[in-house]
């Protein structure tokens, strides 16, 4: 157990929607990173967030979008959902703000998108 | 162009064998190259962090190399479990791009 939580564990919903994938990081990181796995595919880095400040970008399409709260929770919001968003989405967090730093994964959200 | 390349694709051995996965990669200046393991639907999990001074670093039964000048590193999984079967990814953090460049990962099959 890495100490990564992420929910929904499993999300099902139809093109055209909009989700939210929450995770909370290990007790005292700061950085949470957002990646997404599709089928038998490698992991893409989406974006990361330092105590609450967007840090670094990858290939996050401009329909999704991230936050990091307060209480250093994260939330990935996916809008106007496609068929190619179906995916594992997984959730990363490490202590510092740079990408030295060894990540711990969470459990990953499986989305399918109808 | 900034790349990780990982051989074989895929692999079946027997159980109690040693293998050992490849990992090539182009991205220059780099600060460490990571080996993960992800078992099917799970999140990886880290085997091995190198900077590019190391040469080597074990973690129990697997064991990493790295060879910065021929932009080379190794993952030797040694007396093979069928617990060890899974995907072994190579991730290279380059310096002057400050990206962490995942590879696509070798898929170890252990057999009884």
């Known amino acids: 157990d890495s100490g990564v939580t992420q929910t929904p564990k499993h999300l099902i919903t139809a093109t055209g929607q909009r989700v939210t994938l929450r995770c909370s990081p290990r007790s005292g990181d700061l950085s949470v990173y957002w990646y997404q796995q599709s089928l038998d595919q490698g992991l893409q880095f989406l974006i990361q967030y330092y105590n609450g400040e967007e840090r670094a970008k990858g290939n996050i399409l401009e329909r999704f979008s991230a936050q990091q709260f307060p209480d250093l929770h994260s939330e990935l919001n996916l809008s106007s959902l496609e068929l190619g968003d179906s995916a594992l989405y997984f959730c990363?967090?490490?202590?510092?703000?740079?990408?030295?730093?060894?990540?711990?994964f969470g459990p990953g959200t499986r989305l399918t998108v109808t | 162009k900034n790349q990780v390349e990982q051989s074989p694709q895929s692999l079946i051995i027997l159980e109690g064998k040693n293998c050992t996965l490849q990992?090539?990669?182009?991205?220059?200046?780099?600060?460490?190259l990571r080996w993960y393991k992800q078992d099917t639907g799970r999140g990886p999990v880290s085997l091995t962090i190198m900077t590019f001074s190391e040469n080597t670093k074990s973690n129990g039964r697997y064991t990493a190399t790295l060879d910065a000048d021929t932009k080379q590193s190794s993952l030797h999984i040694t007396a093979s479990q069928l617990s060890d079967s899974a995907s072994y990814i190579c991730?290279?953090?380059?310096?002057?791009?400050?990206?962490?460049?995942w590879g696509a990962g070798t898929k170890l099959i252990i057999k009884p």
């Open positions: 991730v290279v953090l380059g310096v002057s791009n400050y990206q962490l460049i």
């Open positions: 990363a967090s490490s202590a510092g703000d740079t990408l030295t730093y060894e990540q711990y």
């Open positions: 990992c090539n990669y182009t991205v220059s200046p780099f600060s460490n």
